[in-house]
């Protein structure tokens, strides 16, 4: 499969530029930040984006999906990174339903997908434990009672925690602390007796909560993938999250970048435009070439999604790309609030919006030092 996009992806691609312009654009994030909107996304937009299929593009057709491909979800959801949209569309489609899709078994995808690409069902991954991304740093425990599991344990940092309606919660059914072995994953409901959800603020104003789970019970059927096994769905369902979130990163970047360009055209100082100033000019020269590096490795990335490439290359891929691509967002959006000068840092413009996007997404699923240590080993060093 070549390294571009085919017609109907551009199609696609095209169709959400204009969605995203129209109807959600960043005015309308600055207006649910400001209003403090309880779900922190707007629901008929939400709304409008299911009409539109996009909460089932990656799934196949007999689970409610359009069966387009990683590569179709991909180009969609850079353009909610142009915008910076705030939608369920990453936490439950890029991560919930992957691991729903990878791990669960036929009766679990044929009820689960359907609610998902039809907007009913909000998912959220309750993984980490600690102010770093560690995925198999997990104390959570599920005891076996009867004929289900007693989950005690709590969780930070969970995208769209307060809206799910199921969390994917992993927790250790044996094993020590840090052992990829002994790891389980559970379908919660998130009104169950004993979930204790949390909504934090953060400073991209994004939804994440944290979860405390008391005595949680569930039964044997709420269990997806093999009990001991999650480690397994984790995996490939994670670098499949990172490359969903670089997608978004990259839009981001771009955005960010060209609004950057425009300034230097249009901002003149000591009586002619900034641009013209050769070490601005080298500055943006950097951000381009860096941004062109990063639309390869997403575009590599995503098509080795759906080529359907070894799980190893594609680890590797996820890892490199969300480094790649993170930085080179730190980059453009520092460079961005520096190339304003001082109006830059102030709230009514939109620049600085990018900068705190790109802090957290930094952090989520791992910063560029855990993928770079993690592609050493992946490579063998």
Not at 18 to 39: G, H, M, V, W, Y
Not at 323 to 341: A, D, F, N, P, W
Not at 346 to 367: L, M, N, P, S, Y
Request: hydrophobic residues 40%; proline residues 2%; glycine residues 12%.
């Amino acid at each position: 499969m070549p390294m571009i996009l085919n017609e109907e992806q551009n199609m696609l691609k095209d169709s959400a530029k204009d969605f995203c312009t129209n109807q959600a654009p960043i005015e309308q994030f600055r207006k649910l930040r400001d209003e403090e909107s309880p779900t922190g996304y707007d629901q008929a937009t939400w709304n409008a984006m299911v009409e539109l299929g996009w909460a089932g593009i990656p799934w196949a057709e007999e689970h409610g999906g359009l069966a387009f491909g990683y590569k179709g979800l991909g180009v969609v959801t850079e353009e909610t990174g142009r915008t910076l949209l705030a939608s369920p569309l990453y936490a439950t489609v890029w991560v919930g339903g992957t691991l729903i899709n990878l791990g669960g078994s036929d009766a679990q995808k044929s009820e689960l997908l359907p609610q998902v690409a039809s907007g009913e069902l909000l998912l959220a991954l309750a993984l980490e434990e600690s102010h770093r991304h560690a995925p198999y740093n997990i104390a959570t425990t599920a005891k076996a009672d009867g004929d289900g599991y007693v989950l005690d344990g709590t969780k930070t940092f969970v995208l769209d925690g307060h809206i799910a309606g199921k969390l994917i919660v992993a927790a250790r059914t044996s094993g020590d602390t840090k052992d990829r072995d002994g790891i389980t994953l559970f379908l919660v409901d998130a009104g169950s007796d004993g979930v204790n959800i949390t909504r934090t603020f953060m400073v991209d104003s994004r939804n994440a909560a944290n979860i405390e789970l008391k005595g949680v019970r569930v039964g044997a059927d709420a269990v997806l993938g093999a009990v001991g096994g999650g480690a397994d769905v984790l995996d490939p369902a994670l670098d499949i999250a990172c490359i969903g979130l670089c997608a978004e990163m990259f839009g981001s970047t771009q955005e960010c970048f060209e609004r950057t360009v425009e300034y230097l055209k249009e901002r003149e100082q000591f009586g002619v435009k900034i641009g013209t100033f050769q070490a601005l000019k080298h500055r943006a020269a950097n951000m381009f070439c860096e941004v062109e590096l990063s639309k390869s490795c997403v575009l590599e990335a995503l098509t080795a999604l759906d080529e359907g490439r070894d799980a190893q290359e594609i680890a590797k891929l996820a890892s490199l790309c969300k480094t790649k691509v993170g930085e080179t967002y730190h980059l453009v959006s520092r460079e961005g609030i520096q190339m304003h000068g001082g109006i830059g840092m102030t709230d009514e413009f939109d620049i600085g919006f990018f900068i705190k996007r790109q802090a957290v997404c930094e952090q989520t699923f791992g910063d560029a030092n855990y993928h770079r240590d993690r592609y050493g080993v992946l490579e063998g060093y």
